[in-house]
């Protein structure tokens, strides 16, 4: 038996940062088109809901309780987006350089980065790929101000909502997180140039059953 130790020196671990943002547009087919680098990401707030528990009662006892379905949901802000998000964001192009709001809008999925640190190699020890599928963007507010003394850069944000995709042994899911401080590295590189791509193939978006073949190395 081992007398529990708290602090420990390389044991002190947090995370932050956000980078690397990728999208990917979901088509007609339902299958997601090549990744598009998504420049500008300043913050990806996940917001998991549901999971309610309601309880019952029987023979002037509580019985058991049950719980809501759980859903994920998140808030994306960015200074910009690539130019494929505007299907995502309800626009559409009548033509070079003009595009008209209010029309349907694109599911998409996101792959991005955030940093695991720890005491001792600080934000080098580490990181998470975060990846989102079946998001859909709801309309968002564009505040645009005149310039003044004290300029800032307008930020976008999206709420998102999501539809879970299956896994083979699991309830659907709509994210997937991915930790190098724990995945084997040739796998996690595996995986890294499905998502961002090579010189010699498009960058995709893996689903959950896909990752977990590369990660049992089937």
């Known amino acids: 038996m081992a007398k529990l130790v708290w602090d420990e020196s390389g044991k002190r671990v947090y995370e932050t940062g956000v980078r690397n ?3 990917y547009v979901q088509g007609a087919e339902g299958a997601y088109g090549n990744g598009v680098a998504w420049n500008g990401l300043t913050a ?4 998991p809901s549901g999971a309610e528990p309601t309880a019952l009662y029987a023979d002037d006892i509580k019985y058991l309780e049950l719980f809501s379905a759980e859903e994920f949901g998140a808030t994306i802000e960015a200074y910009t987006y690539p130019e494929e998000f505007e299907a995502c964001d309800g626009s559409a192009s ?3 350089g003009v595009t008209i709001g209010q029309q349907d809008r694109k599911a998409f999925g996101i792959c991005y980065r955030t940093v695991v640190g720890n ?14 599928y079946g998001a859909k963007a709801k309309p968002s507010e564009k505040a ?3 310039v003044n003394d004290s300029p800032e850069a307008v930020t976008f944000s ?5 539809t879970p995709v299956n ?12 930790d190098s401080t724990k995945i084997q590295p040739d796998k996690l590189k595996a995986i890294e140039d499905k998502l961002y791509g090579t010189q010699d193939q498009e960058p995709t978006l893996l689903l959950p ?6 990660v049992k190395g089937q």
């Not at 990806?44 to 917001?47: G, H, I, L, N, R």
């Open 21 to 23: 943002g990728v999208l």
């Open 44 to 47: 990806v707030t996940e917001s």
């Open 94 to 96: 009548l033509g070079t």
């Open 119 to 132: 005491d001792v190699k600080g934000n080098e020890h580490g990181y998470k790929l975060h990846l989102v």
């Open 144 to 146: 645009y101000a005149t």
């Open 158 to 162: 999206w709420e998102v909502t999501t």
């Open 167 to 178: 896994v083979a042994g699991f309830k659907p899911t709509a994210s997937v997180t991915i």
């Open 209 to 214: 059953d896909e990752i977990a073949q590369i």
